[in-house]
C-alpha cells in the first residue's frame, strides 16, 4: 500500500539538475539560497535498507551533491567541483514518509579548494552531519 505523499515544504521545486546516480531515487527537489542550494526529498521504500531505514549511501551521496552545488553556487557558473573528501557523522535515522532536507550551512569558497558543511534533516529532526573538501576546476572558455 502506498503512503500518502508530504506537502513538499514552500519554496522547493523539482531539482534542476539530473543525474544518472540520483535518477532511481527521484522525484528530488531543491530550493536556493543567496550561499546554497538546499536539497529535499520524501523518503521512500527505493531509499531504504534492508530494515527499512534511508540507507546511508543515500544520505552521503546526497549530502556531497548538496554541498557541491553549493560551492559552485557561491564561486559563479564558470566553476565545477569534484570531491576530494567527504565526512560524515550519522546522527539518528531517518524512515519511509519523512521528508529528508539537506542543507549546506558553511562555505568557504576558495581558488583551488572549496570547504563545506551540511546538516541532514528527517522532519526537521537531526540525521546526520557532513564536510565535504572539493577542487575546484575553471571551466574553459568557449
Wanted: hydrophobic share 45%.
Amino acid at each position: 500500500m502506498m503512503q500518502e505523499t508530504l506537502a513538499i515544504p514552500p519554496g522547493f521545486q523539482r531539482h534542476f539538475r539530473q543525474s544518472p546516480l540520483t535518477d532511481p531515487w527521484e522525484p528530488i527537489y531543491s530550493r536556493r539560497t543567496d550561499s546554497a542550494v538546499v536539497l529535499g526529498l520524501v523518503a521512500e521504500a527505493a531509499h531504504t535498507n534492508s530494515r527499512g531505514m534511508v540507507h546511508g549511501g543515500l544520505i552521503s551521496a546526497m549530502a556531497d551533491n548538496a554541498m557541491g552545488l553549493s560551492c559552485a553556487h557561491r564561486l559563479g557558473p564558470d566553476a565545477s567541483l569534484v570531491t576530494v573528501n567527504l565526512a560524515l557523522d550519522f546522527l539518528g535515522a531517518a524512515k519511509i514518509g519523512q521528508w529528508l532536507e539537506f542543507d549546506t550551512v558553511f562555505v568557504k569558497p576558495g581558488s583551488t579548494l572549496a570547504f563545506a558543511q551540511a546538516f541532514v534533516t528527517a522532519d526537521g529532526e537531526p540525521c546526520a552531519r557532513a564536510n565535504g573538501t572539493f577542487r575546484v576546476v575553471r571551466k574553459a572558455a568557449a
